[in-house]
Nanobody
């Protein structure tokens, strides 16, 4: 069974940075498409970023493009999300997710991921 554990969340002022990390156990992530999602209070879970198994392809929501960077270290079995220029509207619980082969077709859909972490809170103050 795969377990994903997020870390790195916290409280930061607007304009600041945080780096989230997702560590996996139970299975290597090297073949998995990995995604980051977030959920703010009263809102649906939304796509933030995704990265292909080999790391060559990355995808971002328009709201974070140019500010967030997703990366992976298959040797360490981790996936990171570097978040810069944070805004109050980025406040949410951030989740990492994995889609092992066979791959679903749509990387932005939460139901196209097989495994989820428990989430880490990110709070951006104005």
């Amino acid at each position: 069974q795969v377990q994903l554990v997020e870390s790195g969340g916290g409280l930061v002022q607007a304009g600041g940075s945080l780096r989230l990390s997702c560590a996996a156990s139970g299975r290597t992530l090297s073949s998995a498409r990995m995604g980051w999602f977030r959920q703010a209070p009263g809102k649906e879970r939304e796509f933030v970023a995704a990265i292909s198994g080999g790391g060559r392809s990355t995808y971002y929501a328009d709201s974070v493009k140019g500010r967030f960077t997703i990366s992976r270290d298959n040797a360490k079995n981790t996936v990171d999300l570097q978040m810069n220029s944070l805004k109050p509207e980025d406040t949410a619980v951030f989740y990492c997710a994995a889609n092992f082969p066979p791959y679903y077709s749509d990387y932005v859909r939460a139901d196209h991921y097989n495994y989820w972490g428990q989430g880490t809170q990110v709070t951006v103050s104005s």
